[in-house]
């Protein structure tokens, strides 16, 4: 009875319809594909991908690793200082970052460096490239270190968890959450993909439910 109710229409109703359901559609296209994107990447922001990637190639890492271990860590905050005294965008703890710039062959270290955004992702990828050489490239026992230090990751990766600080299994948990989602996000930023991939998938996909209703529309219009 609806087919036949939308034959029975006038063409101009049916074509003004049909151009209502076409505004629909990509309202919804909006609604459901590009709003919850903006709001993954309100909640998962980026920044510094230039020196993230470098240092991630540098240093043999992910580099989506090192933007989960950064957000984590500071949410992208260059001046971030923790009540214990950990700074910069990788939490960096002041002796930590004078063993690392020990080991880099650098001198003259001093504590403000680790708030340097260039500093603080090269020291912190070249501790967590450290862990994860440590653990033969297991992720979560050099997150876990990474976090509570190498006691923790070594009870991690033995299997056991009780003598893992709770705060050091929140953690890991949180940089994997946050990892899979810029793997998501951010392909194109941090991992290469051709940013016209994702457009013209987008558009193939517009196309086809304009194809479709087009037909419609044609076929509804045919004398």
Known sequence: MV??????LPKKHLVRGIIIVIVLIFALFVIFLVLPKIFAEIRYPLAYEELIITEAAAHDLDPFLVAAVIHTESRFNPGATSPVGARGLMQIMPLTGQGIARRMGETGFSVDQLYDPATNISYGSFHLQGLMGRYDGQIEPAIVAYNGGGGAGDNYLAGQRSLVPLES????????????AYEDLYKIELGGEDPLARTEAELTLIGQIIDIISAQVTSRLSP
């Open 3 to 8: 087919t036949k109710a939308i034959d029975q």
């Open 169 to 180: 299994l929140n953690y890991v948990d949180k940089v994997l959450t946050a990892k899979a």
